[in-house]
């Protein structure tokens, strides 16, 4: 009796296996399939010591003067990528005020954009400045798309100490790249 029973129930266990659901298949599905990837990453970094400055008001390129960016060699993410944002981040412990350019270059050499970044003078405590994300969307994004290189300048405030430098200019910058693959 037990063996009966034992053989229906895996009868019948098999033949549910072998029932099964199916319906139409649309393969045009592919066509809506979309996916936007976030990337962010490190763009540059310096850490700049006060007698690495001169303090005459003209400006000085901060090695790394000019640094290749090279990410837009890559077709795949130039035409992929719809809004970049660039952060950064100083952090002054020097004696006096600075405005730092960071230049955009492209192929040829040619500066394509500069932003300007003023840096308040140390004095005491904690002087870390984070500042607005510069956004790239549209004709400005274009114009990202089209930089090589990112020159650096960093320009003493005249007039803004008389003490001797002392002290550190670190400089962070980070990207955000929002991407749409399609």
Do not use: W
Request: proline letters at 3%; hydrophobic letters at 40%; glycine letters at 6%.
């Amino acid at each position: 009796m037990r063996s009966l029973i034992y053989k229906i129930s895996i009868l019948l266990f098999s033949s549910v296996l072998f029932l099964s659901c199916s319906s139409d298949l649309d393969f045009d599905q592919i066509n809506d399939f979309k996916i936007e990837p976030v990337f962010v990453a490190n763009l540059a970094y310096f850490n700049v010591s006060a007698d690495q400055i001169e303090d005459n008001g003209a400006g000085q390129q901060i090695p790394p003067d000019v640094e290749e960016f090279d990410v837009f060699k890559k077709k795949f993410f130039t035409d992929h990528l719809v809004k970049a944002e660039l952060n950064f981040e100083i952090e002054n412990t020097v004696n006096r005020a600075f405005e730092i350019e960071l230049i955009l270059i492209d192929v040829n050499n040619q500066p394509l954009e500069t932003i300007s970044l003023n840096v308040p003078k140390y004095t005491g405590g904690s002087n870390i400045i984070k500042y607005p994300a510069e956004v790239f969307e549209g004709e400005r994004l274009n114009l990202l798309k089209r930089t090589m290189k990112i020159g650096f300048v960093v320009r003493t405030v005249t007039g803004s100490g008389s003490d001797a430098l002392t002290g550190n200019l670190k400089f962070k910058s980070g990207a955000t790249a929002y991407m749409r693959i399609e």
